[in-house]
């Protein structure tokens, strides 16, 4: 970042830009903090941002041609493969129906009080290092760790939505504390949020999915009303007891901040939608999973995640209620149809029912993994013969058939008659069971 940063000041030294261009935003903000920034360079100038990237472009700094926005006076150009977003000073106004504002060049404190906290409303100067607090408010409540709009809080949420989820993002990243009036603004602006697009609520859905508070995030997000507008299936859970103790909301929170953030946001949404769902008692474990992955699908593809995404939570969330009904008499087979059913998603499934806490002996789980694992060093349960190895003993055409004798040679590995590999038993194995057929 600070090469990229060099770079600007060199380049807009002793120029018409010198002294004109300001940091805002969160990496002003970050380092007021004393805290690492991975926030985007923002760079805001009272004049032409399309000017400035042309000046950048052609002084040979920029890395592609800028991209400019001339109904929000912004444009983006990229240095040293880094997005710079440039924006003139403006001031917005903005139509019921969308958050995508009307624009028209304005000073920086026309700037700064469109913003949407007055922790970023912190301006640096590019070139000598001065920070204006033009609000009055911005260092002071960095310090106090406090989250509230330069303006009014309702007309802030009222124009701009997502600053609602914003705000509770950056509650859960940074640790502050979200002033009684705004907390009580998204309260009462929450269904405003219907105008904003799945897509963006996704992005900030995860940002707090992935923080260290993901609990403290969600918990808010429910209270404002929030949550119901975008997810109502996991408000549903605060009514559903779980093992006639605790609600499916409580126990679910506890899981997902038993996941490290580390852990990345695959097993992080299968901790918070594993106990998704209202569940018929006495029904089958593999049942229960499977609805409970339909409902978390629902809900994972009206956020727009990926399909992939999807379905690496639906596969940990089915799975799960399978392997808490462990217990000392599962034989070797049972622990070796999880190990080929699992496959290399197998430790994933362990961390998040360690979690979850509801396997009973987890320990002994583990160990008998390990012992089974062990003896199929380090194979995999699959059929040892391919579909053309199969044709040319059986002398059969290719077909369904095929399916058939590779399940049936997996089912003897994990019956413990055939080893994982062994083409030569494997071999015999088909050729008494099918050539009389």
């Known amino acids: 970042m600070e090469k990229v940063l060099d770079k600007l000041r060199e380049a807009t030294e002793n120029s018409r830009y010198h002294g004109r261009l300001f ?19 923002d760079i805001v100038i009272e004049g032409d941002a399309a000017e400035l990237a042309n000046f950048l472009y052609e002084g040979g700094i920029t890395t592609h041609k800028p991209v400019t926005y001339a109904r929000f006076g912004t444009a983006m150009v990229t240095i040293d493969d880094r997005s710079v977003e440039l924006v003139g000073a403006r001031k917005e106004s903005y139509d019921s129906s969308s958050r995508k504002p009307f624009t028209v060049p304005g000073t920086l404190e026309d700037d700064i ?11 640096e100067n590019l070139h000598t290092g001065e920070i204006l607090d033009l609000t009055g408010r911005g260092k002071q409540d960095i310090k106090d760790r406090i989250i509230r709009t ?24 940074l640790g502050f504390n979200i ?9 009462t602006c929450s269904q405003r949020l219907s105008i904003v697009s799945h897509e963006r609520i996704h992005d900030e859905f995860v940002k707090i999915l992935l923080s ?31 093992n006639g103790l605790d609600n499916a909301w409580k126990h679910s929170l506890r899981t997902l901040e038993s996941i490290p953030v580390q852990a990345g946001i695959i097993l992080r949404l299968a901790a918070l939608l594993n106990a998704i769902g209202k569940i018929e008692l006495g029904k089958k474990k593999s049942d229960v999973g499977r609805e409970r992955a339909k409902i978390a699908h629902q809900l994972l593809r009206r956020l727009k995640f990926s399909n992939s995404e999807m379905a690496q939570v639906e596969f940990l969330i089915s799975m799960l209620p399978r392997i808490e009904e462990y217990h000392q008499q599962w034989t070797d087979t049972d622990v070796r149809t999880i190990i080929r059913d699992a ?38 349960i699959a ?23 590779k399940a049936y040679l997996e089912q003897q590995i994990i019956e413990g008659n055939l080893q ?14 099918y050539r009389t057929k």
Do not use: Q, W
């Open 343 to 380: 496959g290399d998603r197998l430790t994933n499934l362990i961390t998040l029912a360690e979690a979850d806490g509801t396997l009973s002996d987890l320990e002994g789980f583990v160990r008998h993994i390990e012992r089974v694992k062990s003896s199929l060093a380090g194979r995999r």
């Open 113 to 123: 009080y469109r913003r949407d906290f007055t922790i970023n409303t912190l301006l």
């Open 23 to 41: 940091l805002v935003g969160g990496i002003v903000r970050d380092e007021f903090f004393g805290v690492p920034s991975d926030e985007d360079i």
């Open 212 to 242: 260290p508070s993901p609990s403290t995030g969600l918990e808010m997000l429910r209270e404002t009303g929030l949550l119901a507008e975008f997810a109502p299936e996991l408000v549903s859970m605060y009514s559903v007891t779980e």
């Open 179 to 187: 002033e009684p009036i705004t907390y009580t603004a998204i309260y």
């Open 150 to 173: 330069p303006v009014d809080p309702a007309a802030t949420f009222i124009d701009d939505p997502l600053r609602m989820l914003r705000a509770i993002r950056f509650s859960c990243r």
């Open 420 to 433: 994982p590999g062994d083409k030569t038993e494997a071999a015999k194995s088909i050729l008494n069971k």
């Open 383 to 405: 059929s040892p013969l391919n579909g053309r190895e199969i044709i040319d003993l059986l002398g059969i055409d290719s077909g369904p058939k095929i399916g058939e004798v």
